[in-house]
């Protein structure tokens, strides 16, 4: 069995400040992790992945992850907040094979104040 | 490459009616995923097809199914529609290759249904 917690369901912070958004997960296997995005009415875009290779992890738009396996961790890290990250986040983890594998997070709420 | 695009974006419906939603995967990907997307319930898998065969199934009822083209396209019908039907219904493809590392899933826009 696998599942996978995001610590906080809304985020606040600052444009040019740091993000950090928390991800958790439980997986009975060598877990692959994603973090997906989703804008206002528009489906999920992948920020990032990990599947066994590096730890740290570089997405798009600046993004970026660290596997953390002593604490189950996958948390999504930005060094500055734009107005264009207010969106919709989720943190996914797989044991592999089909779709019916991934689980989803709950999301988070990024706002971006100004 | 063009993305995943489904049609209609938008769809609004009665009780006790169907609906037809449909997916076109990214050239060359041949599994297309379908998840229906509600706050309350979150993103729930619904079914997998691949290769016009559905290789995995969510926990939903009989009147929610799907189907695969030979070209990949997918389409997804819900029949005798309730109000809790309504919800965001994403598709997403993938190269459907699995294995021990899973394929990456790139989503489509979604259709938004609402059941009146």
């Known amino acids: 069995a696998q599942s996978v917690t995001q610590l906080d369901s809304h985020v606040s912070v600052s444009e040019g400040t740091p993000v950090l958004l928390r991800c958790n997960y439980s997986?009975?296997?060598?877990?692959?992790l994603f973090w997906y995005v989703q804008h206002p009415n528009k489906g999920l875009q992948l920020l990032l992945k990990?599947?066994?290779?590096?730890?740290l992890v570089k997405g798009i738009n600046g993004f970026e992850a660290e596997f953390k396996k002593s604490e189950t961790s996958f948390h999504l890290t930005k060094p500055s907040a734009h107005m264009s990250d207010a969106a919709e986040y989720f943190c996914?983890?797989?044991?592999?094979?089909?779709?019916?594998?991934?689980?989803f997070g709950k999301g988070t709420h990024l706002i971006i104040q100004p | 490459k063009a993305g995943v695009t489904q049609t209609p974006r938008y769809l609004i419906k009665t009780r006790g009616q169907q609906v037809t939603l449909s997916c076109s995967p990214i050239s060359g990907h041949r599994s297309v995923s379908w998840y229906q997307q509600t706050p309350g319930q979150g993103l729930q898998f619904l079914f997998e097809?691949?290769?016009?065969?559905?290789?995995n199934k969510g926990n939903f009822p009989g009147r929610f199914s799907g189907r695969q083209f030979s070209n990949s396209r997918s389409e997804m019908n819900v029949s005798t529609l309730e109000l809790g039907d309504s919800a965001l219904y994403l598709c997403?493809?993938?190269?459907?290759?699995?294995?021990?590392?899973?394929?990456?899933?790139?989503f489509g826009p979604g259709t938004r249904l609402t059941v009146l």
């Open positions: 997986s009975s296997y060598s877990p692959s």
């Open positions: 097809y691949f290769s016009e065969t559905q290789r």
């Open positions: 990990y599947t066994s290779a590096a730890t």
């Open positions: 996914v983890v797989s044991s592999g094979g089909g779709a019916d594998g991934l689980t």
């Open positions: 997403a493809s993938s190269l459907g290759t699995g294995g021990s590392h899973p394929d990456t899933q790139y």
